[in-house]
Nanobody, 114 residues
Framework: VQLQASGGGLVQPGGSLRVSCAAS????????MGWYRQAPGKQRELVTR???????YYADSVKGRFTTSRDNGKKMVYLQMNSLKPDDTAVYYC?????????WGQGTLVTVSS
């Protein structure tokens, strides 16, 4: 399994950005896909997770601002980020959890700055 994240960039505070993650390889039902982020000098943290059922989890810091979705047929997961804040600046990593294994993409940098 390989994951390829894309869509990061520079955005002003209050702006929006969508990052995408394409998965390749054998993907089984019952998996979940997530977005993590790591800001400079901080630990990687879970931002959101979406299960194959469509159920979602969001960290409190992004609730109401971020929305995750997935297209199982295309093996894609998306993260729509609205009302971005400077604190959202980080490298965003997509994650696939399949059984007991975790797979990671290479990360895409999101910078929120004026």
């Amino acid at each position: 399994v390989q994951l390829q994240a894309s869509g990061g960039g520079l955005v002003q505070p209050g702006g929006s950005l969508r990052v995408s993650c394409a998965a390749s390889g054998t993907i089984f039902n019952g998996n979940s896909m997530g977005w993590y982020r790591q800001a400079p000098g901080k630990q990687r943290e879970l931002v959101t997770r979406i299960f194959s059922s469509g159920n979602t989890y969001y960290a409190d810091s992004v609730k109401g601002r971020f929305t995750t979705s997935r297209d199982n047929g295309k093996k894609m997961v998306y993260l729509q980020m609205n009302s971005l804040k400077p604190d959202d600046t980080a490298v965003y990593y997509c994650n696939l959890r399949q059984g007991s294994r975790d797979y990671w993409g290479q990360g895409t940098l999101v910078t929120v700055s004026s």
